[in-house]
Structure formats: structure tokens, C-alpha cells
T-cell receptor, first 112, second 115 residues
Framework: ELKVEQNPLFLSMQEGKNYTIYCNYS?????LYWYRQDPGKSLESLFV?????AVKQEGRLMASLDTKARLSTLHITAAVHDLSATYFC????????????FGKGTSLLVTP | ETGVTQSPTHLIKTRGQQVTLRCSSQ?????VSWYQQALGQGPQFIFQ???????GRGNFPPRFSGLQFPNYSSELNVNALELDDSALYLC??????????????FGPGTRLTVT
């Protein structure tokens, strides 16, 4: 059974600070996704990481993937209030039709 | 290009009743996946349909069933509703032929409340 663990689950940070969210998964997978969810809303795709060493950046967010360590990170640079949301990582279950297996999410609050 | 749509937006049902949720996939997508997201949790995979056939199933009982139609739209049916079925139900469409990333695009969800 594929397990996906995120930490921290809750994160309160000041505007302008940097922080990293971690996503560990338990079995081999070469495809990892990061999503953002605002309260009461659906999931917005942020990044798709397909190979070991992949790094993608969009604005103040940067995601990376280390398949050997079964670890992905989502780094936040100089946080702003608009980044407040819940962030999920998800790993593909390759024996279930490419279904996504999600972590519990990291609830991020950026304060002034 | 039309995105993924779901109906209804909200639904309130009584324990023991049956419910049908609907999803229209994004144009050109032939695969639909359904997820259940309980409050404060990550989405849990229910099942996936590819070209009208079930293509994988998560740890959900048989009272959760689905269909996919020739136009690739899909239904999720839940029988004998339980209180724990209260959740946001998300539909996602994708197209395995569209590239290796197999990115899934999520609809706005249906909020189901069972009383």
C-alpha cells in the first residue's frame, strides 16, 4: 500500500519568510503532483514532477523530486498572504489506472 | 475549451437514501476519476473509468458504483448512504494519450451532506 506523508500539517508563517513543505512516499513512483486548494474550492494543479532531480518553479513556489529518497519538497520564497491555502502532494498508484494517492495536506497561513 | 463540470453543487440526503452525482469531462479527455474528500483530509481515490470501463478502484465498498458514457461523462452512484459519506466529491478528467504526465484536471466538486 502506497503511503504519502506530508509535514508539517499546519504552518503559520510571516510574510517575507521562506519555508519548505516535505512530502515522503513509501513505494517506488516516478510521478508526483502538487496541488493547491482554497477553502471550499477544488484542486488547482501547481506542478507535475516526472523524473528524479526534477525541479520546477512558478513565482514564489519551487518544487523538487528525489525519487531515490522518495521525497519531494515545495519551497516557498518570501511568502505573501495570497499563498495562504492547503497544499497537497499526490503520488500515482501505477497499478490502479494512474490514480492519485494524496497526502493529508499542509494548511498554510501567511500573516503580516 | 470547456473544463470539468460537476452537478449538483450541493446536495443534502438522508441516511439510507441513494444519490447520483454527475461529471462532464474536459473536452478531449477519455478518462474520469472520482475522489472523496472528507473535511480536513486529502482526497481519497474511489475509482477511475477509461473508455466506459472501470480501470481501477480504491478501498470503497460496492455501494459506491459508477458509469461512464460514450461522450466520456460519468456518474457516481452511492447506495444506502451513511453519515460518513458526507464529503466533497471531486471528479477529475485526463487523457493518457495526451502525454506522459497524465495530468488530471479537477472539477469544482459536489458537497454531499448526509443527515
Amino acid at each position: 500500500e502506497l503511503k504519502v506523508e506530508q509535514n508539517p500539517l499546519f504552518l503559520s508563517m510571516q510574510e517575507g519568510k521562506n519555508y519548505t513543505i516535505y512530502c515522503n512516499y513509501s513505494t517506488t513512483s516516478d510521478r508526483l503532483y502538487w496541488y493547491r486548494q482554497d477553502p471550499g474550492k477544488s484542486l488547482e494543479s501547481l506542478f507535475v514532477l516526472l523524473s528524479n532531480g526534477a525541479v520546477k518553479q512558478e513565482g514564489r513556489l519551487m518544487a523538487s523530486l528525489d525519487t531515490k529518497a522518495r521525497l519531494s519538497t515545495l519551497h516557498i520564497t518570501a511568502a505573501v498572504h495570497d499563498l495562504s491555502a492547503t497544499y497537497f502532494c499526490a503520488v500515482v498508484l501505477t497499478n490502479s489506472g494512474y490514480a492519485l494517492n494524496f497526502g493529508k495536506g499542509t494548511s498554510l497561513l501567511v500573516t503580516p | 475549451e470547456t473544463g470539468v463540470t460537476q452537478s449538483p453543487t450541493h446536495l443534502i440526503k438522508t441516511r439510507g437514501q441513494q444519490v447520483t452525482l454527475r461529471c462532464s469531462s474536459q473536452s478531449g479527455h477519455n478518462t474520469v476519476s472520482w475522489y472523496q474528500q472528507a473535511l480536513g483530509q486529502g482526497p481519497q481515490f474511489i475509482f477511475q473509468y477509461y473508455r466506459e470501463e472501470e480501470n481501477g478502484r480504491g478501498n470503497f465498498p460496492p455501494r459506491f458504483s459508477g458509469l461512464q458514457f460514450p461522450n466520456y461523462s460519468s456518474e457516481l452512484n452511492v447506495n444506502a448512504l451513511e453519515l460518513d459519506d458526507s464529503a466533497l466529491y471531486l471528479c477529475a478528467s485526463s487523457s493518457p494519450s495526451g502525454g506522459f504526465s497524465y495530468e488530471q484536471y479537477f472539477g469544482p466538486g459536489t458537497r454531499l451532506t448526509v443527515t
